[in-house]
């Protein structure tokens, strides 16, 4: 950026776009038209007549993910465009916390300090934790906001060798609904009205060692960013997550719950599927409606419709009979018939063979693959790409 347009902005009260944090994600443009628009760099810009005095500068800066637009002068706290009531009788439990002692913990990761980073074969694993608790600040209980913090926007890019993560309190949003609407304006209420509440933060890491080939990360529904900095092309390639993962075009509709097998998948603001119990199945996602759940390859399920989701399928000519299917299935959705003496399949180690109850079936194959005999199949014919990982590694490895 150039010195003298910097000079201009600090002399004259303007803002100012940094174009190395700039995302084009439009949202200053829209929000802000007599301010910024979009160039044909894809960037964000001023505009040479631009009207900062229209808008409260706090707000204007904190419109971008990235920190990329900058103010010249003081920021006040920001405006509030939802008129908060007060709590009768707020002050009561306000008294309580007024002299808690702070959670420095959670202080810290509004900060966007508390990571860990591990070096690994071929690349760098880092993780962090955002905030999972609203500090007891007065306005909290002024306005009745929650003790649990909602769920933190973010943004993960690298520049170089430098990896930035940054995250922020969700701003709101013309198509949010009211209940949405005022939950937001609770939170963003209470940021910037204490030293241990910026509604934004930025955590800088360099990598001085390796030439980073490239990057994978997730945010989970736990407020953990795991991102790996791969220095290996060979790693990256290969790398496979461990389990499936609910992305952010999740509803909490439940279905995903409903119909894993392993309930490996909770409910919250946006699920959480648990990685130690998900098997990579699949199922989750074969029943998401709104293209949400991915697979260990980061590749989105392919959903189907109802109708057409496969059932288990039993190869009666290689049934034993065991009823280890039958045990496993937690939708019951199996169950022994008795082979009768024209039967076709009847076999002298075997006297019953598995059938499958359609109707309760939801296609998750943990019976074919727990089967020793291949006697039991769910046919996939488009197939989401390989299963990452079968129940029989799963149950070896201690789980």
Wanted: with cysteine; proline share 6%.
């Amino acid at each position: 950026m150039a010195e003298t347009h910097l000079e201009e902005t600090v002399a004259q009260g303007l803002f100012d776009v940094d174009p190395v944090l700039c995302i084009a994600c439009d949202a200053c443009c829209q929000d802000f038209p007599e301010i910024f628009y979009m160039g044909d760099d894809q960037k964000a810009h001023t505009l040479e007549d631009q009207q900062a005095a229209l808008y409260n500068a706090r707000t204007v800066v904190d419109i971008c993910p990235t920190a990329a637009i900058l103010f010249s002068g003081e920021l006040p706290p920001a405006e509030l465009t939802v008129d908060l009531d007060e709590v009768p009788g707020w002050e009561a439990e306000w008294a309580v916390y007024r002299d808690a002692p702070e959670d420095t913990l959670e202080r810290d990761r509004r900060y966007g300090r508390d990571f860990t980073v591990e070096q690994r074969a071929g690349y760098a694993e880092i993780k962090l934790q955002l905030p999972t608790r609203v500090p007891a600040v007065r306005d909290r209980f002024k306005f009745g906001a929650p003790a649990e913090m909602p769920e933190y926007k973010t943004h993960v890019y690298t520049e170089g060798r430098t990896l930035y993560i940054t995250g922020w309190v969700p701003r709101l949003s013309p198509s949010d609904k009211t209940d949405a609407k005022i939950l937001k304006a609770k939170i963003r209420a209470l940021t910037h009205t204490s030293s241990s509440f910026p509604g934004r933060f930025t955590t800088e890491l360099e990598f001085p060692k390796d030439e980073v080939v490239g990057m994978s990360h997730r945010f989970d529904a736990h407020g953990l960013i795991t991102v790996l900095l791969f220095t290996d092309q060979a790693a990256m390639d290969a790398h496979e997550w461990r389990s499936h993962f609910i992305n952010e075009k999740c509803t909490s509709c439940s279905i995903c719950e409903r119909v894993c097998p392993t309930n490996a998948i909770s409910a919250g603001e946006r699920y959480f599927i648990e990685p130690d119990l998900c098997i990579n199945c699949s199922v989750c996602g074969v029943y998401c409606p709104f293209d949400a759940i991915d697979d260990a390859a980061e590749v989105v399920v392919q959903k189907i419709k109802p109708k057409q989701v496969p059932k288990a399928l039993v190869h009666e000519e290689l049934c034993t009979g065991c009823e280890f299917c039958v045990d496993v299935c937690p939708f019951e959705a199996l169950e022994m018939k008795a082979l009768g003496d024209d039967s076709l399949y009847s076999l002298p180690q075997t006297s019953q063979v598995a059938v499958v109850i359609d109707k309760n079936c939801v296609s998750c194959k943990l019976c074919e693959q727990v089967c020793i005999k291949d006697a039991i199949e769910v046919p996939r014919p488009h197939q989401f790409g390989e299963i990452g990982m079968s129940f029989m590694s799963y149950v070896s490895d201690d789980h």
